[in-house]
């Protein structure tokens, strides 16, 4: 019998073309179902580059944020002090004006249980739900088998953003908006349809300005597959109108005015969404190159899974793409906003940010590969330079296009100084390491810097109302309310124990425009029940209503006064005993 003979691999006759190999596999960013692959044993070395992917952008996260411990002049001490009397008993929207949406308030009050223990109480309420996010999108990023190099440069891209840092310095609602915008997004991506509308809807509620990054999630998912958009849509929508129904039904017309009324009824501002949108563009073209390479990324994945080529993008790609144009259309064509307004934009840049630098350094280092480059990492560190390089462009782009236009900094050349202030939360060599690699003392108009950098100057210039808590607590022989600037006074009244008068923390002059209270009829109620106290700033808020600003000066004498930032002054006022 004739021996059989092994098979060998055929080899292609003469005139006639090699057979085509076999496609390589789908790039593991893009799987058709839309769901992460499964996690094969990961070497330690490779647990090692993602354990620092992960941890090394929290780390200096955390390390920054040790300089937002002071308090701050502004409208969260509104929110914590509303939410400290809303967990003490008092009804909200009925007893306690509030302007932000029922979630907001949750979240204050529940923070505020048990009660007012310190200024760093407060700055964690708004820097644990940035961390979350920030450890939430990069473990995701590596779930969804992006590199750990490509997520570590979008992580600390992301921690280098001036909005994420100063951000999560303020109890706005935008930090925890924004955590739960990530987390919605990721949930939908995985398929976990009902929490990711659940999440979403819930980010709805403790922000209105994330509405459009919500719808165009939604519509996202609606585009991907209809049939599988039904669960996340119905509890998107189920909880959203349900609770605010539920609202209107318990605190009635008073829900209405605060929540939505006053909010139609504010004075514009000129050309307020243009000026916002080019500002996070110029200061954030990091996040903005990353997130434009992830569009074209995301576009040519499509274009190729139409064609045959490949499998589609990963369904966290294809809703981050309409969230992310929703959101800019709407800042832009809003006729009052504010910075924080954008912040719905960066875990939105950041996920495409991850699809633009895995898939295109997998690409390049396959077009590297072609040309004989040798070992795999070299190819990475080949694609990661070019990534800088356009990077660095962008820096120096930038540069020149603030020297020619100047935007809202039209004297060019002017030179601000700053004053290096030390954290006590950090240790002496910390402090030096980072005054030494992030601040500068001077600035220049014109002159483009680090997010890192402009956010320590926002800190270090930031008003700070506890200048005038000694003189307040010394005043503990007058018992009684306080009132006055909405920035200010509820601080005072959460580090000394008081109660504002009327329960009215929120005296923002909008109220006043809007038309849901006048100047006299706050006047004759503050006559009826006259705090002990007033707190204050001359030419801001209240002090600008000329009856308000008389009624002070002639029934209240100042007993102290003091520094908040430079040229800015805060003024304690006591009232004078009445006169026979």
């Not at 929120?506 to 007033?534: C, E, H, W, Y």
């Amino acid at each position: 019998m004739a021996k059989k003979k092994p098979n060998r691999p055929r080899t292609a006759q003469a005139g006639q073309k090699p057979q085509a190999q076999p496609a390589s596999a789908p790039l593991p960013l893009t799987p058709a179902a839309g769901v992460a692959l499964p996690v094969s044993p990961t070497p330690w070395r490779k647990r090692l580059g993602q354990a620092a992917a992960i941890g090394l952008p929290v780390l200096l996260f955390l390390i920054l944020k040790g300089y937002s411990t002071a308090p701050f002049a502004g409208d969260e001490n509104i929110y914590f002090y509303v939410g400290k009397r809303t967990a003490e008993g008092v009804v909200p929207y009925r007893e306690l004006f509030l302007a932000h949406p029922p979630f907001h308030l949750l979240i204050a009050a529940l923070w505020m249980l048990p009660g007012y223990l310190g200024p760093w109480q407060l700055k964690l309420a708004s820097v644990l739900p940035a961390a979350g996010a920030l450890a939430l999108l990069l473990v995701a990023a590596l779930r969804f088998r992006v590199g750990a190099i490509p997520a570590l440069i979008v992580g600390l891209a992301l921690v280098g953003s001036q909005d994420f840092l100063s951000g999560s310095t303020h109890f706005t609602g935008a930090n925890w908006s924004l955590l739960l915008v990530a987390a919605g997004l990721v949930a939908v991506a995985v398929e976990r349809r009902k929490t990711g509308g659940a999440l979403l809807a819930s980010a709805a509620l403790v922000s209105f300005h994330v509405i459009p990054a919500v719808a165009g999630i939604a519509l996202g998912e609606l585009l991907a597959s209809r049939k599988k958009a039904i669960p996340t849509i119905l509890m998107l929508a189920g909880v959203t109108f349900g609770v605010h129904f539920l609202s209107l039904i318990v605190f009635g017309d008073p829900y209405y005015k605060q929540v939505f009324g006053y909010h139609m009824g504010k004075t514009p501002m000129a050309d307020a969404g243009e000026a916002t949108v080019i500002r996070f563009f110029h200061y954030e073209y990091p996040l903005v190159l990353l997130a434009v390479g992830g569009t074209i990324a995301w576009l040519a994945a499509l274009w190729r899974a139409r064609l045959g080529q490949g499998a589609p993008p990963h369904r966290a790609y294809t809703l981050a793409v309409p969230a992310a144009v929703l959101q800019i259309a709407a800042v832009m064509s809003a006729d009052r906003v504010f910075g924080y307004y954008n912040a719905p934009l960066l875990p939105l840049f950041a996920i495409l940010g991850f699809f633009f630098l895995d898939c295109g350094s997998r690409r390049l280092g396959d077009a590297v590969a072609a040309w004989r480059a040798g070992h795999p990492m070299r190819r990475r560190l080949i694609a990661i330079g070019v990534v800088a390089a356009l990077l660095a462009a962008g820096a120096a782009g930038g540069e020149a296009l603030e020297r020619g236009l100047g935007y809202w900094n039209k004297e060019v050349g002017k030179t601000t100084a700053y004053e290096w202030r030390d954290s006590p939360a950090l240790p002496s060599w910390l402090n030096v390491a980072v005054k030494a690699v992030f601040f500068r003392s001077d600035r220049k108009v014109g002159d483009v810097h680090l997010g890192i950098t402009r956010y320590l100057w926002h800190e270090f210039v930031s008003e700070n109302p506890i200048v005038l808590l000694p003189d307040f607590e010394a005043a503990t022989d007058a018992p009684g309310t306080v009132f006055g600037d909405a920035s200010t006074a509820p601080f005072f009244a959460l580090a000394t124990g008081r109660a504002i008068a009327l329960e009215m923390a929120d005296t923002n002059v909008q109220i006043f425009k809007s038309g849901l209270m006048t100047i006299p009829d706050l006047l004759s109620r503050l006559k009826a029940a006259p705090p002990t106290f007033i707190v204050g700033s001359p030419r801001r808020g209240l002090y600008t209503a000329p009856a308000f600003y008389e009624w002070v000066l002639a029934d209240y004498r100042e007993i102290a006064r003091r520094e908040m930032a430079k040229g800015k002054w805060l003024i304690l006022y006591r009232r004078q005993a009445a006169t026979p």
